[in-house]
C-alpha cells in the first residue's frame, strides 16, 4: 500500500476505527481523480475498517464514492457490488437524500454500458441539484441518454423514475444490477 501521509497516520495512532475509515474516506475522495489507484487503495481499505467495526454509515460513504471509482477506472462486477451495498444501506436507514448518489452513480454507469433505458429511469430518480452538482458525471450522462434515446424518450423514461417511490426504484436498481452482473460475468468467461 502507498504512503498516504499524515492524515492516515494521525488517524491510525487513534486506534479509532471511525476516525481511521473516516480519514481513508478523506483521503480517497481527496485523490479521485489525481491518483485514482491510491484513492481505490485507501477507499477499499477504509470499507473493510468500517464493515469490520459495524459503522454503516461510514460504510455507506465509502462504497458510495468506491463504487464510482471502481465503475471508472477498477471491477465493473466490484461496481456492482459497492452500489448495492450503498443502496441498501441508505435505503434500510430510509436515507431518501443519500440514497440518490449511489443511484446517480449507477444512472451514469449503466449509460456507459449502453444498458439507456435504466440509465434513463434511474437518472430521473436520481436527479437533483445537490446530485448534478455532487457528481457532475450524472448530468454528462442524461445529455448522452437525450441524445441517444431523443428528448421526449428520454424524458418520459426519466419522468417514470422521478415518479417512482425510494423502495419502487431500489428494487427497480437491484434487478437492473443483477441483469447486468449477468451479462458481465457472460461477456467475461
Given at each position: ?19 481511521l475509515s473516516y480519514a481513508l474516506f478523506a483521503y480517497g475522495f481527496a485523490f479521485l481523480d489525481a491518483d485514482p489507484v491510491g484513492a481505490l487503495e485507501a477507499l477499499r481499505r477504509g470499507l473493510v475498517i ?140
Open positions: 500500500m502507498r504512503r498516504q501521509g499524515p492524515l492516515i497516520d494521525a488517524a491510525e495512532a487513534t486506534r479509532n476505527p471511525w476516525a468500517a464493515q469490520d467495526s459495524g459503522n454503516r454509515g461510514s460504510e455507506s460513504r465509502l462504497a458510495t464514492i468506491l463504487c464510482r471509482l471502481e465503475a471508472q477506472y477498477g471491477d465493473p462486477l466490484a461496481a456492482f457490488g459497492y452500489l448495492a451495498v450503498a443502496v441498501r444501506n441508505f435505503h434500510d436507514a430510509g436515507n431518501t437524500t443519500m440514497i440518490r448518489f449511489p443511484l446517480a452513480v449507477l444512472a451514469a454507469f449503466f449509460d456507459r454500458l449502453g444498458r439507456d433505458e435504466p440509465a434513463a429511469i434511474i437518472a430521473g430518480f436520481a436527479f437533483s441539484p445537490l446530485t448534478s452538482a455532487a457528481y457532475p458525471e450524472l448530468s454528462t450522462a442524461i445529455a448522452h441518454l437525450r441524445e441517444v434515446l431523443g428528448d421526449q424518450p428520454y424524458e418520459s423514461l426519466a419522468l417514470k423514475g422521478e415518479t417512482m417511490s425510494t423502495t419502487a426504484v431500489v428494487t427497480y436498481a437491484y434487478d437492473q444490477i443483477d441483469q447486468a452482473r449477468t451479462e458481465l460475468n457472460a461477456v467475461s468467461k
